[in-house]
């Protein structure tokens, strides 16, 4: 299904961890990505990776000082939405994985059912599945004239 109020594949965003190889694990594990490949010098801390789940991918850096993650810095700066196909058996994995949900599994006015966690790092993500198909202006929201 697609939902006109919510665009997908549009962006590849690069998310900054303190240990990769444990966010590569920890994803893996309680979200259910898959690991693609991973970089760095072979002796020591891996420097970066990329996963994906289904169609969505996201590149992981090890942070430094001026790219911390959100526990570093102690507040968010972003929120990560993923969609997948049955996000009520993603919410109850991810539950059972002990993850901190920061949003119960809800639908959104805009069309979508989805629900909000926070991982190992401190990163917000939002996991989607499009419930309905709604145009912006059947919820509120004003589209721009181009």
Not at 30 to 53: K, N, W
Request: charged share 20%; glycine share 8%; aromatic share 10%.
């Amino acid at each position: 299904m697609k939902n006109r109020s919510v665009p997908t594949d549009t962006v590849l965003p690069h998310v900054f961890y303190q240990d990769v190889a444990s966010a590569i694990a920890w994803l893996t594990k309680t979200f259910g990505f898959a690991e693609h490949y991973r970089h760095g010098d072979p002796a020591g801390p891996v420097s970066g990776a990329q996963l994906h789940l289904g169609s969505s991918v996201i590149m992981l850096k090890r942070a430094r000082p001026l790219c911390q993650s959100p526990k570093q810095l102690g507040y968010g700066t972003q929120s990560l939405t993923i969609f997948v196909e049955d996000v009520d058996a993603h919410y109850q994995r991810t539950k059972a994985a002990g993850a901190k949900i920061v949003e119960d599994l809800n639908e959104s006015v805009y069309g979508e059912r989805q629900y909000g966690v926070e991982d190992l790092d401190g990163h917000h993500w939002l996991f989607s599945q499009h419930a309905r198909d709604l145009s912006p202006d059947e919820w509120g929201a004003k589209i721009a004239q181009s």
